[in-house]
């Protein structure tokens, strides 16, 4: 009996593209939501210094993962793209 090994060159062009417009959907739905956040917290009285910082650093974090390209060219690299940050946008 001979073993198939399936690599991502035989996967399914159609899941490419998808893991492709959900990887960016998120990374750029973080990157809108830091900006929001990061504003509304500002305009408070007393704004809470610590979550702005931690607002600062997830954007600048997934702005480094949304702009190297490297991360788009492997399939398993976005589906971790997408496990890493998706539960992020439920927030």
């Given at each position: 009996m001979d073993?198939?090994?399936k690599n991502e060159e035989d996967e399914n062009p159609l899941?490419?593209?998808s893991l492709t417009e959900t990887a960016n959907s998120i990374l750029n739905g973080l990157i809108a939501y830091t900006?929001?956040?990061e504003i509304k917290e500002l305009e408070k009285e007393c704004p809470d210094t610590e979550?702005?910082?931690g607002l600062q650093a997830?954007?600048?974090e997934v702005h480094a993962v949304n702009d190297d390209p490297e991360?788009?060219?492997s399939q398993d690299r976005m589906k971790e793209i997408i496990a890493r940050y998706g539960g992020l946008?439920?927030?």
């Open positions: 073993t198939i090994i899941e490419w593209y900006c929001h956040e979550r702005v910082k997830l954007f600048v991360n788009f060219q946008l439920k927030h």
